[in-house]
């Protein structure tokens, strides 16, 4: 003892760390899907073995190089035995498939996009590209990480973190798929945002309760 004052023992300064970290963890908040128009590509309505040429019922675009570049499709058995949503999936012939969302890019936010990706029992695997946009500018994709077996799918996921401030905040949110060559099949879009984790959520300082007296506990996040 020293001045009146007694040092905290090192063993529980290892439990104010320990706690603060599971302070920290609890700031996560659970995430939250944004709206996309058509994400399983059923607005369409279709026979089985049909597909649209170029063109999508809603919420899609198709920017394709040569006509036939892609679309919504209604796969048969030769194809598929079964689709991750619905009975329809969106094609790629090395067409571009688009969506500019109502969502915009915030800040601090960490942003999840989520595709199932598939390979044709008839076909062979092109290859393909997903891409997470804010206006003109690709934050993240996806280069064909991930490769199906004949007649599955695969889920590809992107993930993005938003800087605290920069120039693309606020720009529109845009999803993009395409194949490299003859046939991409995509299913099962989805995008989900939660608040950064840890850092730039958590207060200052922690107060903690150490028998009869209250530690303050500096958080290491903070500058």
Same mark, same amino acid.
């Given at each position: 003892?020293? &001045? #009146?004052?007694?040092?905290?023992?090192? =063993?529980?300064?290892?439990?104010? /760390?320990?706690? $603060?970290?599971? @302070?920290?963890?609890?700031?996560?908040?659970?995430?939250?899907?944004?709206?996309?128009?058509?994400?399983?590509?059923?607005?369409?309505?279709?026979?089985?073995?049909?597909?649209?040429?170029?063109?999508?019922?809603?919420?899609?675009?198709?920017?394709?190089?040569?006509?036939?570049?892609?679309?919504?499709?209604?796969?048969?058995?030769?194809?598929?035995?079964?689709?991750?949503?619905?009975?329809?999936?969106?094609?790629? &012939? #090395?067409?571009?498939?688009?969506?500019? =969302?109502?969502?915009?890019?915030? /800040?601090?936010? $960490?942003?999840? @996009?989520?595709?199932?990706?598939?390979?044709?029992?008839?076909?062979?695997?092109?290859?393909?590209?997903?891409?997470?946009?804010?206006?003109?500018?690709?934050?993240?994709?996806?280069?064909?990480?991930?490769?199906?077996?004949?007649?599955?799918?695969?889920?590809?996921?992107?993930?993005?973190?938003?800087?605290?401030?920069?120039?693309?905040?606020?720009?529109?949110?845009?999803?993009?798929?395409?194949?490299?060559?003859?046939? #991409?099949?995509?299913?099962?879009?989805? =995008?989900?945002?939660?608040?950064?984790?840890?850092?730039?959520?958590?207060?200052?300082?922690?107060?903690?309760?150490?028998?009869?007296?209250?530690?303050?506990?500096?958080?290491?996040?903070?500058?």
């Amino acid at each position: 003892m020293k &001045n #009146g004052r007694r040092k905290v023992p090192s =063993l529980f300064r290892v439990f104010v /760390s320990v706690l $603060l970290l599971v @302070l920290l963890a609890s700031t996560a908040s659970a995430q939250t899907a944004l709206s996309i128009i058509n994400p399983g590509f059923e607005s369409d309505i279709l026979a089985a073995g049909a597909a649209t040429t170029d063109v999508f019922a809603a919420g899609w675009t198709c920017a394709a190089v040569p006509s036939g570049g892609c679309g919504a499709f209604h796969p048969q058995a030769a194809q598929f035995g079964s689709v991750p949503e619905g009975v329809n999936v969106a094609y790629s &012939n #090395g067409g571009t498939i688009s969506q500019v =969302l109502a969502a915009t890019l915030s /800040s601090n936010t $960490l942003y999840t @996009l989520t595709v199932k990706v598939g390979k044709r029992l008839d076909l062979n695997f092109p290859g393909y590209v997903i891409q997470l946009m804010a206006g003109n500018t690709v934050l993240a994709q996806d280069n064909s990480t991930v490769s199906p077996a004949s007649g599955a799918f695969l889920s590809s996921t992107i993930t993005y973190q938003s800087p605290v401030s920069g120039p693309l905040l606020g720009q529109n949110l845009k999803i993009v798929l395409l194949a490299n060559g003859i046939q #991409g099949i995509f299913d099962a879009v989805s =995008l989900s945002t939660s608040q950064a984790t840890g850092c730039g959520t958590v207060p200052s300082k922690e107060y903690i309760r150490l028998g009869n007296r209250i530690v303050a506990v500096e958080n290491p996040c903070t500058p």
